[in-house]
């Protein structure tokens, strides 16, 4: 994937969430780095926006990141002092991208190590993990009625948001006499949040807004479905807006708004997914089944530094219908544990309870 920045002003980077970067390669003239000037760049860049920047020892990380420094020949020797640098943020969001060719000459050198030996990530765990692509089913309820569920998996394209969000949409619109609807989002480990908002916009109606973010200056900004397309407003009232994600078409169906939904989280579901999922938080008829999320449902403005290596530097929390944030996860309003279902349904205990939520609902008993 091409290098890519973000071409919104600074505080709206955080309404489009981790765009990933990369370089189609990577040299350096060995005499002219200075490693101890590439610190102050990354210092210089990160303290001002991270949202955790007043829980740092900022003198300690510096003092470390140096002593790294003092020993780097180029930047592949330099990459632990940029990873201790965002991990030292403990935010579990924000994390150090180097180009393809740096990471490829990091492994090369140093056997694969980890770039700091103390200093692991949790990861997530699901089953459901690497779901690809988006689909689309019919679920049978008692009294012949019909739900239509929809897997949206982890997405990480920019070129083609607009295929990605039309194929959600296909995939939740094929069964137009669907008396509810489950949005499935488990191992949905995030990437870019706005085709998938879009995709599910026929849930959520014209109109239906909710904050975005709680950080420093983003305090009033705001998602509103447009036509379809999720917006984001530094105010509620602002005229001008930044589209997250194209949407070629919109089907314009008032009743879906209305119908049930419900939710499907687990472990996995993390950063965009999680954020997809807050959108519907505060939507009536709306239920969350599953395990509790990963627990970085936030927004990360990326960092390009002047050798090609890029911070993700978290600088908000979502914020949901009624501004709460969730900063360890999303628990669900069912917990469901994974696992087979009962004998003779095909579905797991997931969907099982989901569809025992859905065939109370109005729109889905049986007349």
């Known amino acids: 994937m091409g290098r890519r920045r973000n071409r ?25 780095f200075d490693a101890q000037a590439r610190v102050s760049e990354a210092l210089a860049a990160v303290r001002p926006i991270a949202l955790n920047r007043d829980q740092v020892d900022w003198t300690a990380v510096e003092a470390q990141a140096r002593e790294i420094a003092a020993g780097a020949r180029d930047t ?17 969001h924000s994390f150090m991208q180097p180009t393809s060719a740096q990471f490829d000459a ?13 200093t692991p990530r949790p990861r997530q765990s699901s089953s459901e993990l690497k779901r690809r692509p988006v689909s689309g089913r019919d679920l049978p309820l008692p009294g012949e009625m019909t739900a239509r569920a929809v897997v949206v998996p982890a997405y990480t394209g920019q070129d083609e948001d607009g295929a990605f969000a039309a194929s959600v949409i296909e ?11 489950v949005v499935d989002l488990r191992g949905n480990t995030g990437g870019n949040m ?18 975005a973010v709680a950080g420093p200056g983003l305090e009033d900004a705001v998602f ?25 078409a919109w ?7 209305e119908a049930p ?19 519907f938080k505060g939507r009536a008829a709306t239920r969350f089944f599953g395990e509790k999320t990963f627990g970085v449902a936030s927004a990360n403005q990326d960092l390009p530094l002047s050798d090609g290596v890029t911070l993700h530097v978290t600088i908000a929390l979502l914020k949901d219908a009624a501004g709460r944030t969730y900063p360890t996860g999303i628990e669900p309003d069912q917990a469901v544990a994974t696992g087979p279902g009962e004998a003779g349904d095909p579905d797991d205990a997931v969907v099982e309870a989901a569809k025992a939520w859905l065939a109370t609902q109005a729109t889905c008993r049986a007349a």
């Open 76 to 92: 592949v020797d330099l990459l632990p002092a940029y990873h201790l640098i965002v991990w030292s943020l403990k935010d579990e």
């Open 194 to 211: 706005g085709p998938m908002v879009g995709g599910l916009s026929p849930l959520l109606g014209e109109g239906y807004t909710t904050p």
């Open 224 to 248: 509103r479905i447009e036509r379809g397309q999720q917006m984001g407003y530094l105010t509620p009232d602002a005229t001008e807006g930044v589209p997250l994600g194209a949407l070629p």
């Open 106 to 118: 990091w492994i090369a050198r140093t056997n694969g190590r980890r770039y700091l030996p103390d």
């Open 251 to 257: 089907p314009d169906r008032p009743g879906m708004a």
């Open 171 to 181: 995939a939740l619109t094929a069964t137009p006499t669907a008396c509810g609807y």
């Open 8 to 32: 919104v002003t600074r505080t709206m980077i955080a309404l489009a969430l981790a765009l990933g970067l990369a370089s189609p390669g990577w040299t350096q003239d060995a005499a002219s």
């Open 261 to 279: 939904v419900a939710v499907l989280l687990d472990q996995a579901t993390a950063s965009s997914g999680e954020a997809t999922a807050i959108v």
